[in-house]
């Protein structure tokens, strides 16, 4: 059986989405196009996509705590209405 978790999944498309650029003072910047105003700064690349890793997790996490409609990444819809299993399928 496979466990599959929606928020990880959501995020990993989410960031196999993102642009990266290096910037005139050989920082870099990377965004996620489709997730407006997810932005990160860091001064080597792999700052860069940790930090905008963390700014995703916490842009996603503040969209859903005051209802705000996320972009539907890769069929995966996180506006839906979550459905309850009943215990004894636990």
């Known amino acids: 059986m496979t466990v599959r978790f929606i928020l990880s999944e959501y995020v ?32 080597t690349l792999r700052e860069c996509e940790d930090e905008l890793r963390s700014t995703l997790e916490e842009w996603i996490l503040l969209g859903l ?7 539907v990444i890769d069929s995966i ?8 299993e009943p215990m004894d399928t636990l």
């Open 12 to 43: 990993e498309q989410a960031l196999a989405k993102a642009l990266y650029d290096k910037l005139e003072d050989n920082t870099f910047v990377g965004r996620i196009p489709e997730c407006q105003g997810v932005v990160a700064f860091g001064s």
């Open 65 to 71: 705590k005051l209802g705000h409609s996320l972009p």
């Open 77 to 84: 819809d996180l506006n839906k209405e979550p459905t309850l």
